[in-house]
């Protein structure tokens, strides 16, 4: 009977540049997926990003939150275009799908693949396996502050940066759960030395949620040693808590590290069902590769793996994550824009192995 | 006669751990060039640090602030001690001093020198020499901020940032002048998509100073992506200007590519006259390596360096600076702490190039 399939309603958001390219590569993954693994997603295509924007003028609508809001997940293809100010896009959309959504964690693997090209020297899969797990809601990153005498000589700004307990603590249980599922270190990133307030509210969250999780182990490094650490011993991390802003430094250099922004996944999760979680690579709109076909669309497919695996599809997960590491692992070492391999492809060989069943 | 010899005093401050085994090297190469160089250095040792907080329960006074006023230069060990708590010695001490003095500059050249064994495959000296100009006495440095409903599900933590014109007028105003005589384009490092009111500041002040230095391309990099870029292209950066705790992070990712902190070197820059400058290895006390003699002195004897630099002794400076080139590139690929060289084995090589008046 109908009642025996899984469905799951998706919001694909393709935006702008590379975004449509690396969204239909993944869509033709997912299609593949719910054949093997009998699940449906019924997908609903959203208008959204730079050329959407200036078309009609439109960010982030109520009209579009009460859509979304209807679905279960949302894939997100990639905003930006050089026409459109910086900050316009981050704040009127992204910043307010977070916010609206309570997206309370930002979720960013950093994992070397067999076979993936790292600017490391030396660098193996087996020393690089951590995960960051940034702060998605507060911090500097709720855009408060104010400037006096501006465009004067005695202009003084003052930025904000604020954290509460509770959205603290939600990212900090979060990363903990995931410390003890993968039997590891939970390391808070932070700068407590300096920044006393915000330093103390994590560090005695930190303190005060590991002693319900007693075989934690609990470790503590600065930002600045964390970006001396990553490139040079990434096997000292397991899990990774930290502020918003600092998650989006450390996790730009994790994705180096990784092999590139075009392997990078991640999903921005909300936690308490209040609103859909969303699912994006880690790259931007690339305008300068757009329209080509070139780019790499494998962190969108792990980012679609990781929709699947947060609502359930735990088997299609793991298998669409087999087989876009399989697929790296065959890409020629010297593989990049427009040598050896297109988007569409990379999409169809993926799907292809899920279908057949390999690896 | 004796009113032809140039005499600069300054003030040596041990500290902790391997501060006082660098210091010692660093000394030995100084008295080298002052008798190759014809200046005179008058020293002051000045006792500072966490055992001297332990044993005197002192960290900044006025008293010392009156003594370090009479003297041209600081040259600073490493201070830092486990049974001191976080955030001690920084607080009270470090930023202390950076206040006290208007050290409005910090300075970090991030230079792969021949020989040295950099984390980056493939990475060549030629694509990596930049510098890093560094805001030092403002930003989320300034330790405002406040807590409400501390030690609550309630609580709420507010860390100001607070940037004003002055301060960051004259840092890209000598980030500038840098880029000019260097013959490279100034980068703004920044979060301005985010951070509105303190990335308006900063853009605005570029451009503003940007009239001024006609010649000097400008670009901007978020700090995120300049994570992302510095492991994989640091050619992409001459001089690159940013905030405070920008600077404290993207430093330290410099440090790693350029091979580490036993080579990375730094200047705090007083710009007005108003205080003395202080120059310092970028490492810390290493108290685990400390009392071994194992410690690498280059970044101490390159911090030397920097300092002649800045008393006009430029010859010395240069001279310096190539025997610890000169000595690096002998260096097995290996070394390490206890392979191969000692510390004060290093000191003496360069203070005998140095003398011998070689390379
Ligand atoms: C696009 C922008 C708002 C965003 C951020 O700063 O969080 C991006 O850099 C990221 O890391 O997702
Ligand atoms: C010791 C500490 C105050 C300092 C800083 O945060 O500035 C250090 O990390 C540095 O980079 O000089």
């Not at 449906?40 to 982030?60: D, N, V």
């Amino acid at each position: 009977t109908s009642s025996a399939v899984r469905v799951h309603r998706l919001a694909v958001i393709r935006g702008d540049g590379i975004g449509p390219e690396v969204i239909d590569a993944s869509l033709e993954v997912l299609a593949a997926a719910e054949s093997v693994f009998g699940f449906r997603a019924e997908l609903t295509e959203i208008s959204a990003g730079a050329r959407h924007y200036l078309a009609t003028g439109e960010l982030w609508t109520p009209a579009l939150q009460a859509q979304l809001r209807e679905h279960d997940a949302i894939l997100f293809g990639a905003m930006g275009d050089p026409v459109v100010a910086p900050g316009i896009l981050e704040r009127g959309f992204i910043l307010e799908m977070r916010r609206s959504f309570q997206q309370a964690v930002n979720l960013r693997p950093v994992k070397l693949y067999p076979g993936v090209t790292t600017p490391i020297d030396g660098l193996t899969p087996d020393r690089c396996d951590l995960v960051i797990v940034r702060e998605n809601t507060e911090g500097a990153y709720v855009g408060r502050g104010s400037t006096v005498h501006a465009g004067t000589p005695h202009a003084v700004a003052v930025q904000e940066s604020v954290n509460t307990r509770m959205g603290v603590e939600r990212v900090v249980e979060f990363a903990f759960r995931l410390a003890e599922r993968r039997g590891g270190t939970l390391t808070l990133c932070h700068k407590k030395n300096i920044l006393v307030e915000a330093g103390t509210l994590w560090q005695s969250t930190v303190d005060d949620v590991s002693a319900r999780f007693p075989t934690v182990p609990v470790d503590y490094v600065h930002v600045d040693a964390l970006c001396f650490y990553l490139p040079t011993t990434p096997e000292r991390f397991n899990v990774v808590v930290t502020d918003n802003l600092f998650g989006d430094i450390i996790t730009d250099l994790g994705a180096a590290i990784q092999g590139g922004l075009g392997v990078a996944a991640s999903a921005n999760l909300n936690l308490d069902g209040s609103g859909p979680s969303m699912f994006e690579a880690i790259h931007g709109s690339a305008p300068d590769i757009a329209g080509r076909g070139w780019a790499n669309p494998i962190g969108a497919v792990l980012s679609t793996a990781m929709c699947l695996a947060h609502l359930g599809e735990t088997d299609a997960a793991r298998a669409i994550e087999a087989a876009a590491v399989h697929v790296l692992a065959q890409l020629p070492a010297t593989a990049g824009p427009g040598m050896g391999f297109s988007t569409a492809q990379l999409g169809r060989e993926i799907a292809g192995l899920l279908t057949s069943g390999a690896p």
